[in-house]
């Protein structure tokens, strides 16, 4: 798997910045710890120095993206049969209906965006794609947090809960409007992610995620935090330590302090007879709860060599995190296993983003056995079919990996928690190709502003003599050698596990799969399955795609009485990246799907990472995605995805920065002479959409 490293980006006052990001899989397991509490936090923006024009680094990436591609999609065809009328091998499909009538809409609105993520805390951030969608709610208030940013909004209005920061959020000489937003280093009470009067770097926090828990009425974030160093061995600006930093809300109020605990998860991985050796990076966080415990799983990688290191999951007590412990009873489990200690699983199947499930409510965790939690995993994934050398597998399964987590309860004492899973045949998925967008494939049009710039060597710049806007983003070289650019296909996620909800005593989940909607061109579809875990049996599977539509980073909440909606992207042909929904249910499976009202996209994905210039992998990368989230709320469920809100023309993006331009003094916010809020920034345009739906 790629490693990290370090890209600097020639601009004035623009900002971007590529999130590290892998891949996952593994199977072990430890005894009980402790860990202490590392301190506590709020919602409110720590000190900074301005950002200033005259000052501001040219250090615009946090650590640099994969320098490989991502994973080839699947050869072969998977044909579509879960709405078929038709019966018989090879029978040709509909695509998935657009509804006509659908789960009752309630309200709408645009969560965290790219200009406000690049241009909090001052602008001492750098810019991150892609967001990762973390997002929960009760208690009337909703909790979002993103690469690298967390907000709180009011069930009732989607108005932030957090104070006002315009008038002391500096960047540029000017106050911005960042509709409250606080950056995760704040959060988590670190320095800046850049000092950009010195350049002195912060921790790195990325792979957020939330949840809220009504039994215990606390709500619980978790990020993976990556430490800095000036020099040293592991990729030049990251120190090989790396920790989950878990924080707790000390009430039930998000808006007030927060509990913090570091999980050091560096040596935490499976050195499988000398191969692959740590330290290990503990990628890809996720979260879920049972009664009894908070369940963290991340995919480990080693720092030093190419291969996997193992999924692994740290199962800490509930009720104590709740109470604020001063430390907190935690045990943990490597998935993997090692050449001399089988996987406590069992030696047949190792994890691969073994993700933890989440419950709706008090009343649907499983207290058989001790106490349960189920998790579930796929195995198309070259860390789950090669896990020791990540070399290439099939990149294709029939296989769906359920996990049970026994005797929770003892996380209260002693931890004596027991692991096992079931493989269970499901229906063929496969890596998707990538999205499809209008324009992908062709010059950018000046509806694409970064990417027309990129390739512009005309337009007269600010100081009267020099042409060509490519030269207030990138150097010469990157330039020539790159030209000219295309409008970029989005990247689809792989073939990993998506969100999974226990509820109504079954196991919900999603995944990213290669379709042949109408028997026709391969699109990015969607695998869903509801499994009875306790009896180890599938209820029901199918797929969603839709013919000229591409469906990806698919999240599901369900409700307690077995009724829930499945929120994913909607890109295609003719559909800019769109927030997109479809309802289910254990007796009709998916329904038909539609775009969340708002969230049909304004405008072409025009992020740094599409961009051969701004990128260095090659072939390109267009980040998008990474996950989506789905809260339940009582007899209501909260969804967020990433979309594209707002549309901005050339001349806006330019603004001052051509010749007799006028407008925002920072490139590409198309913020106006008020200077901003504004919809993007120069260098990316994404942003999430967050919507209540009753099923």
């Known amino acids: 798997m790629g490693k990290p490293s370090l890209r600097l980006l020639f601009a004035l006052t623009v900002g971007a910045a590529a999130v590290i990001m892998f891949s996952a899989a593994s199977a072990s397991a430890g005894g009980g710890s402790q860990i202490p509490i590392a301190g506590t936090g709020s919602p409110h923006t720590g000190a900074f120095t301005p950002s200033g024009s005259g000052y501001v680094t040219g250090g ?16 072969g065809t998977i044909v ?38 690049r241009y909090s805390r001052g602008g001492n951030q750098f810019s991150v794609e892609p967001p990762d969608q973390g997002m929960c709610a009760g208690n009337s208030d909703v909790v979002e947090v993103v690469n690298d940013v967390f907000n709180v909004y009011s069930a ?132 879920g709860a049972d009664a009894n415990g908070i369940y963290l799983t991340t995919n480990s990688y080693p720092w030093h060599a190419n291969g996997f290191s193992g999924a692994q999951i740290y199962a800490l007590s509930k009720a104590q995190l709740a109470a ?18 089988p996987s406590d699983a069992g030696s047949t199947q ?32 070259d860390e789950a079919q090669n896990p020791v050398s990540g070399a290439a597998g099939t990149r294709t399964s029939n296989q769906l990996v359920v996990w049970t987590l026994a005797n929770t309860s003892s996380l209260n004492g002693v931890p004596a928690l027991s692991l096992s899973n079931k493989v269970l045949t499901v229906g063929q998925y496969g890596v998707p190709p990538r999205q499809q967008q209008p324009g992908s494939g062709a010059a950018p049009t000046t509806d694409v502003p970064q990417g027309f710039c990129l390739n512009d060597e005309t337009t007269l710049l600010f100081d009267g003599v020099t042409q060509g806007c490519w030269q207030l983003l990138v150097g010469a070289t990157a330039h020539n050698a790159t030209k000219p650019e ?24 999603a995944l990213d799969t290669a379709l042949n909607p109408d028997a026709g061109p391969q699109r990015a579809g969607i695998a869903w399955y509801i499994v009875n875990p306790v009896a180890g049996k599938l209820v029901m ?49 998916v329904g038909a799907w539609n775009d969340v009202t708002g969230g049909l996209g304004a405008a072409a994905d025009d992020g740094f990472s599409g961009y051969k210039a701004q990128n260095f992998p090659n072939p ?11 809260a339940v709320d009582g007899n209501s469920v909260w969804i967020a995805s990433e979309y594209i809100a707002h549309a901005c023309n050339y001349i806006d993006w330019g603004g001052p920065f051509f010749s007799g331009g006028t407008g925002d003094n920072l490139l590409g916010t198309c913020g106006g002479a008020s200077h901003g809020p504004g919809p993007r920034t120069a260098l990316a345009n994404w942003s999430t959409r967050i919507s209540k739906l009753t099923p």
């Open 156 to 287: 009732a209005t989607g108005a932030s809960l957090l104070p006002d920061n315009t008038a002391t959020n500096i960047v540029s000489g000017f106050p911005r409007n960042v509709n409250h937003a606080v950056d995760l280093n704040s959060f988590y009470g670190y320095p800046p992610a850049i000092n950009r009067a010195t350049g002195v770097r912060g921790q790195f926090v990325t792979d957020p995620s939330c949840l809220f828990d009504a039994q215990t009425q606390r709500w619980f974030v978790v990020a993976l935090t990556l430490d800095s160093q000036a020099s040293g061995p592991c990729q030049g600006v990251f120190s090989c330590v790396n920790h989950l930093d878990l924080a707790v809300s000390q009430t039930s109020d998000p808006t007030g302090g927060w509990n913090i605990y570091r999980i050091d998860v560096t040596n935490d991985g499976t050195n499988t007879g000398g191969v692959n050796p740590g330290p290990y990076l503990g990628d890809y966080p996720h979260m």
């Open 324 to 341: 604020g412990a001063t430390s907190v009873t935690m045990q943990h489990i490597d998935t993997s296993g090692t050449v001399n200690k």
């Open 60 to 75: 615009e990436f946090a650590g640099g993206g994969d320098s490989e591609d991502g994973p080839d999609a699947y050869g």
């Open 80 to 117: 579509d049969r879960s709405l078929s009328t038709g019966g018989g091998q090879g029978v040709s499909v509909n695509s998935g209906k657009k509804a006509k009538s659908n789960p009752t809409f309630n309200l709408g609105f645009e969560g965290l965006n790219h200009y406000q993520q």
């Open 620 to 630: 390109i990368r267009s980040r998008w995605g990474d996950y989506g989230a789905a």
């Open 350 to 381: 190792p994890g691969f983003t073994v993700w933890p499930s989440q419950s709706a409510g008090t009343s649907q965790f499983n207290l058989n056995n001790g106490g349960t939690e189920y998790f579930l995993s796929s195995n198309a994934a």
């Open 541 to 589: 599977n199918g797929y969603l795609g839709a013919s000229g539509h591409d469906f990806t980073y698919p999240a599901i909440g369900v409700t307690a009485s077995g009724r829930g909606v499945m929120a994913f992207t909607d890109t295609g042909g003719t559909t800019y990246p769109s927030a997109a929904y479809a309802p289910i249910d254990v007796l009709a499976g």
């Open 486 to 509: 295309v409008v970029a296909r989005p990247d689809s996620n792989d073939t990993r596990m998506q969100q999974v909800m226990y509820a109504n005593g079954k196991l919900w989940g």
